[in-house]
């Protein structure tokens, strides 16, 4: 192989890398989510939305699960639905009384999200940021503990 396609392949390679360990943006208070601070760690990601019924009940229990999760290698990210940006973000994930990080930006091209329409819905990421789980309707802080440790052969 010659070098100067060597070298076209080290700065594909790179750029693949950097855009692998991009930022996932702010969260609901307008502090910035660092790719450190999520990569490498499974990834609890719930889609919930204002004016879903079922949401308003399974937000207390994703705040027990983001508890029990704290130095586990887990996280429970939530997104907004409707893309509630800013101060409406802020305002609803206080009306909610919601405790975990929720990104103002949607993840879902990062992780290869299939769309849904019907909320709420849960997403299981790996430490390797491979979806594994798709959840579709209420969950509860124990069926979800319990996903994450089949899934993670515990």
Not at 17 to 28: I, K, N, R, V
Not at 107 to 112: H, I, K, Q, T, V
Not at 141 to 153: E, H, P, Y
Request: charged share 20%.
């Amino acid at each position: 192989m010659g070098s100067l396609c060597k070298v076209v392949m080290g700065i594909c390679a790179g750029l693949l890398l950097t855009a692998c360990s991009e930022d996932f943006g702010p969260d609901q208070h307008g502090r910035k989510v660092t790719a450190d601070s999520l990569d490498g760690q499974w990834l609890v990601i719930n889609y919930w939305a204002q004016w879903c019924a079922p949401c308003r009940t399974e937000i207390p229990e994703l705040n027990v699960l983001a508890k029990t999760l704290q130095g586990q290698g887990a996280q429970v990210i939530g997104v907004n639905f409707d893309g509630l940006q800013g101060e409406e973000l802020k305002q609803a994930t206080d009306a909610f009384d919601i405790q975990f990080t929720v990104l103002a930006q949607d993840p879902a091209a990062r992780f290869g999200l299939p769309h849904n329409d019907a909320l709420p819905v849960t997403y299981i990421i790996d430490a390797e940021g491979k979806l594994r789980e798709r959840l579709m309707g209420e969950q509860t802080s124990a069926g979800l503990l319990a996903q994450l440790q089949r899934l993670r052969g515990q």
